[in-house]
């Protein structure tokens, strides 16, 4: 059973027909208003399609784009990585393994025999080690790092590089930066 | 009924099953194919809800946005358009209500209902101004005003019926109630809008 309302709604709509018409109208009798209210309520409808339209869309085709480019960077996030070689670049690349430990195990015992020759002589394994000259113990150096060059992308900032040779330090002097704000230490 | 639209518009449904298919398997050049063809009546159908430019510009890219990514979902049981208008209409609603609640507004339901009975024939006219020409301008602001006055769900079914044209069953269908509550709706919302805007169509 449709409510009062309900049948109002069709009956403005024209929507209503045959008995169901007729049975509304009948009670419609009783409120005098109703043809009113109807005649109303077209004019409102009737403003609302006139005037109630919304402007054009502006920028259409970017409006495409930027949905394109939103779906594609979702698409791009959500990718797995690609982190399995495929079965044949497996097979190509056993041998490239086998060349690389051979090289490094031939690479090992070479610097195994020029790091330590006096642990090998006291070992007594390796006869002809005697032959070769006692190599000289390198000098400490002064220092690991070797500083190239320093500069700054900002032209107000300048950066010296200053090494102590008595002190073994070196220090990257750097003049032009902002003060930090006296409450910084504070906190 | 859905209005009327352009040729270019308003493809054979064989044509837009296809489209949809190819977004399905993913062919987001066909996707670009569907929001041209309907990206104008969902801009205005938001805007006519949300009555501002900007926004409705950005709730149709949301509501696109949201349709491709279920469109896996999308199994034809009725046109694309209805089942966009729903996503639209969702995403409309959802933003309304987020706006409402962060912004601390209250629709005024009750507005213009409080010497109402449901029953009442006429509303009441102690609301109306004095008979004077309205510009278009003023006539647009007015309808605006009146507009965002109402209640999303009764917005819904007044742009819905009196400025998109669908018929009872297809709004049902974009706002997810019945054919009764859509018919309910709409005489409340339209009993409001005649109390309100009574003065500007008495005049045109």
């Known amino acids: 059973m449709k409510t009062f309302e309900e049948r109002y ?119 002809y080690v005697d032959l070769s000259p006692t190599p000289e113990p390198e000098p400490e150096k002064p220092y690991n790092v070797q500083i190239v060059s320093a500069e700054s992308t900002d032209p107000d900032i300048s950066v010296t590089p200053i090494h102590s040779e008595k002190d073994n330090v070196t220090v990257l002097w750097v003049d032009g930066l902002d003060y930090l704000p006296a409450s910084y230490h504070g906190e | 009924m859905i209005p009327e639209a352009t040729e270019a518009e308003n493809p054979a449904p064989e044509d837009e099953l296809q489209l949809v298919e190819k977004c399905q398997a993913g062919d987001t050049e066909a996707f670009n194919e569907l929001v041209t063809r309907y990206r104008n009546r969902a801009y205005a159908m938001i805007y006519n809800m949300v009555r501002n430019e900007q926004d409705a510009w950005d709730l149709a890219q949301d509501g696109f946005l949201k349709a491709w990514k279920s469109i896996g979902r999308f199994r034809g049981q009725s046109s694309f358009f209805t089942w966009l208008y729903r996503i639209l209409m969702n995403v409309t609603i959802d933003w309304m209500r987020r706006r409402q609640i962060e912004g601390g507004m209250e629709f005024d339901d009750s507005l213009g209902l409080r010497n109402v009975e449901p029953g009442a024939m006429t509303a009441p006219k102690d609301e109306m101004q004095p008979a004077e020409k309205l ?52 005489f409340y919302a339209r009993k409001k809008l005649q109390t309100m805007l009574k003065d500007v169509y008495e005049n045109l």
């Not at chain 1, 009113?36 to 869309?57: M, N, Q």
């Not at chain 1, 797995?80 to 060349?99: D, G, M, Q, S």
């Open chain 2, 135 to 186: 510009s278009d301008k003023e006539i647009r602001a007015r309808i605006d005003a009146a507009i965002s006055k109402l209640s999303e769900e009764h917005r819904a079914v007044i742009v819905l019926r009196e400025i998109e044209g669908m018929e009872y069953q297809e709004i049902a269908d974009a706002v997810g109630c019945t054919i009764g509550t859509v018919m309910s709706r709409l």
């Open chain 1, 9 to 127: 709604t069709a009956w403005i709509d024209g929507k209503l027909d045959g008995a169901e018409l007729e049975a509304f109208e009948k009670e419609l009798e009783e409120h005098p208003d109703a043809l009113a209210d109807r005649e109303d309520l077209l004019k409102l409808g009737s403003l609302l399609r006139t005037y109630g339209h919304a402007p054009e869309l502006s920028n259409a085709e970017f409006f495409n784009h930027q949905i394109l480019t939103q779906i594609r960077e979702e698409e791009k996030a959500e990718a797995p990585k690609e982190t399995v070689p495929t079965p044949i670049f497996a097979w190509l690349l056993r041998p490239f393994v086998w060349a690389t430990a051979a090289m490094l195990i031939i690479a090992g015992v070479s610097v195994y025999r020029v790091v330590s020759p006096q642990q090998q002589v006291k070992s007594g394994l390796d006869r």
